[in-house]
């Protein structure tokens, strides 16, 4: 017999409808009905079944108040922008400034004031500085003179979320300093700055780039590392390790009670109570980022549960931290690094613990060693999913990354947080002692690049349809109940049927879910230039990027990955690009080409910052050359052309196709025309003939198999 606890039943269903404000009210009204199904289902196996239909009951009655509440935030956060005059806005920083991959600075305001005239509510704004100039600290009172940035619209693969839009982008011109900031907020925020800044300054002489950048990020809540070093974490499965939640207070908590144990009786308040101090302390360190926050919270949830006696199950201890963080902000429950979060703590206290208990070895180390793995795999499973479904990468390597990864990552906090306190009171001492933090870090980095070689390690994958996802999620939750409530369930049971279910399951998304092809062209959308993706059987992948730049080639990069490609044979970067080592930063962390071609006047002389791995891969491009292949019945031609020449020319032997920015429609059928001047794309078959603009439609592809084509538009999940 299956039994829950009322707040399991009320968090279920909260959740449940927060989530759904995100979605059609069709869909809310299905999931209201699968989750009053549950409901029957539940209580047709009870033994106290007019009990638990009040409880319910209970439960499902607060759904329709939650998704009222979650639609809300998201409607008012949409209608909550900024004017597309606005010029000036007033406001509190909420974070400090963080150094942007793309050049200049970033930070989060609440903007209260709006061309001097105040606003009904804060609006959360996300201002951007053109250059790396010091920018406010946490909790400081500014004010922004810029104009309102235009965001791009979720037009590819991949850029689609759930809840609420994105903060309105201001690109600041000026910021000036309010004399009014002397809030405690702002006094705190001032502290912690001037503090980070000594660290920072004082650490950048001693530290390696790898050591420096773990400091940055772990510790000082500051972005260091490029594209090409994050994708190594993310390939690896081990990127959840630069940002600082739950994992990370979880460890400062375990170090403080072990410290703060000594001065306290093993069975005081002070023993709980005194590390939670001091992690609330590291907290407010890093100025309050809020995944950490949230993660806060669930680790005050579980410390209370246990000063309660621990009569409390851990699944009720979950479902306390979600009611919680739901009830105070609604659009957290559509955060990816909420979820994964929660998924992760789920699978370790249901999956990991109990397959650890199954370990029976003898050695010392060995038992060790099985136990972190068997942890490994529970917190890893439940977050595969949401991890291929978010970021479009599958890592297989992740169980072993991060059984070296979590161990390493958690010594080296505890070494730079002893180490950043030497060196703010005994400098000297911290220089001796630099030389290990800068070799545990390029040790640490080594055996990340080493797994990322092994074959398979990682690939690119679309993302999973919701059928399986829900599935899984079904599965999951078979799981945790299962395991929550072992004593009252037969010990033989069958283990092995909800994981032949999960398997027939796959396969059949798998079989079902394929769209084969012989010929695949595709136009993601980007704001500057045009990009365009030819797979072929015949001449490989090839990739196409004209007068683009850092920010199309990152977009267009992101989008490929989300198509489930891995590697280009051949990349041609063609016209008058920008900000080419950022474009090829994002083209070599992502996608792997085998060959890059290049405008001539940037193959002279060695990229600036780019790794010599990748420098072989360049090849130069002249005025009017063209890099083609032929094999069999299909033929490619792309580069610089001259005057009104074809960008790209493509033959096989069931689609024509021309990139140019005055080429018309071939006369061919099927064939196509893409018009790089508007954006345009004409496409030509059997059946019909259409004219799309890529601005409208979004990312779409053509595709051919056998002697047919047709036109469809790329998922975006």
Wanted: glycine share 8%; hydrophobic share 50%; aromatic share 6%.
């Amino acid at each position: 017999m299956i039994r829950l606890r009322l707040v399991t039943l009320v968090a279920l269903t909260v959740v449940a409808g927060a989530l759904s404000a995100g979605t059609t009210g069709v869909t809310a009204i299905l999931t209201f009905a699968v989750l009053a199904s549950l409901g029957a289902v539940y209580l047709a196996q009870t033994r106290h079944p007019r009990l638990n239909l009040i409880r319910v009951m209970l439960a499902l009655s607060l759904f329709w108040p939650s998704f009222a509440m979650a639609k809300r935030v998201v409607q008012s956060s949409a209608s909550g922008q900024l004017r597309p005059d606005t010029s000036v806005v007033t406001g509190t920083a909420l974070t400090p400034s963080v150094a942007r991959s793309t050049g200049g600075m970033g930070f989060e305001l609440s903007a209260v004031m709006v061309d001097g005239i105040p606003l009904s509510r804060p609006v959360t704004v996300q201002v951007q500085m053109p250059d790396r100039r010091a920018g406010p600290t946490f909790g400081q009172q500014i004010r922004v003179s810029g104009k309102i940035g235009t965001t791009s619209p979720a037009l590819n693969p991949g850029e689609e979320r759930l809840g609420p839009p994105p903060p309105a982008l201001f690109l600041a011109q000026d910021i000036q300093a309010l004399p009014s900031s002397s809030s405690l907020a702002s006094w705190w925020g001032r502290l912690t700055g001037r503090a980070r800044d000594l660290i920072e300054l004082r650490a950048r002489q001693l530290l390696s780039y790898k050591a420096f950048g773990f400091l940055e990020e772990l510790l000082l809540h500051r972005r260091l590392f490029g594209t090409v070093d994050r994708h190594l974490f993310s390939i690896t499965g081990t990127s959840h390790l630069l940002a600082i939640s739950g994992l990370h207070l979880s460890l400062v908590f375990a170090v403080m009670s072990m410290l703060l144990g000594l001065m306290f009786s093993e069975r005081s308040i002070g023993t709980t109570l005194a590390p939670l101090v001091a992690t609330f302390v590291y907290l407010a360190f890093i100025d309050f980022p809020l995944s950490a926050d949230r993660a806060f919270v669930m680790l005050c949830v579980f410390t209370v549960t246990r000063m309660s006696g621990g009569h409390t199950g851990r699944l009720a201890s979950l479902s306390w931290a979600a009611l919680i963080l739901t009830a105070v902000d609604p659009a957290s429950v559509f955060d990816i690094g909420l979820q994964l979060s929660f998924a992760s703590v789920a699978g370790l206290c249901f999956i990991g613990e109990p397959l650890s208990h199954l370990v029976r070895v003898s050695g010392r180390l060995a038992r060790g060693l099985l136990s972190s793995l068997c942890s490994t795999t529970g917190a890893s499973l439940p977050t595969a999913a949401l991890a291929v479904s978010a970021f479009h990468v599958l890592a297989p390597v992740a169980l072993l990354a991060n059984i070296v990864a979590i161990p390493a990552v958690s010594l080296l906090l505890i070494g730079l947080l002893a180490w950043s306190a030497l060196l703010l009171t005994i400098p000297s001492l911290s220089a001796l002692l630099a030389p290990i933090i800068n070799g545990a870090s390029t040790v640490l980095f080594s055996c990340l690049e080493l797994l990322a070689r092994l074959p398979g390690s990682h690939r690119n994958v679309p993302a999973p349809s919701p059928f399986l996802l829900l599935s899984l999620g079904i599965l999951f939750g078979v799981i945790i109940l299962s395991a929550d409530n072992r004593p009252r369930l037969s010990q033989r049971h069958h283990a092995g049927a909800p994981m032949a279910a999960a398997a027939i399951v796959v396969l059949l998304v798998w079989a079902f879910g394929t769209v084969p092809f012989d010929t695949r062209v595709t136009f993601p959308v980007v704001d500057q230039g045009s990009v365009i993706l030819v797979r072929s059987r015949g001449i490989g992948t090839w990739l196409c990027l004209f007068d683009t730049d850092a920010k199309a080639a990152n977009r267009a990069a992101h989008a490929l990955a989300a198509l489930g490609v891995n590697t280009l044979d051949v990349v041609v970067v063609a016209g008058s690009p920008t900000d080419l080592p950022d474009q090829l930063d994002a083209l070599f962390g992502l996608l792997a080409p085998s060959h890059v071609y290049l405008p001539s006047q940037y193959t002279r002389t060695p990229i600036p910052g780019l790794d010599t791995r990748f420098q072989s891969t360049i090849a130069s491009l002249d005025t009017g050359q063209m890099v083609s292949v032929a094999t069999g019945g299909a033929t490619i031609q792309s580069g610089n052309a001259i005057r009104s020449g074809p960008l790209l020319a493509l033959v096989t032997t069931a689609l024509v196709g021309t990139v140019s920015p005055t080429m018309s429609l071939p006369s061919d059928s099927p064939g196509f025309a893409y018009d790089t001047s508007t954006g345009t794309v004409q496409v030509l078959t059997t059946d019909s003939a259409a004219n799309l603009s890529l601005n409208q439609t979004g990312c779409i592809s053509i595709f051919t198999r056998g002697s047919r084509c047709w036109v469809a538009p790329d998922p975006r999940r």
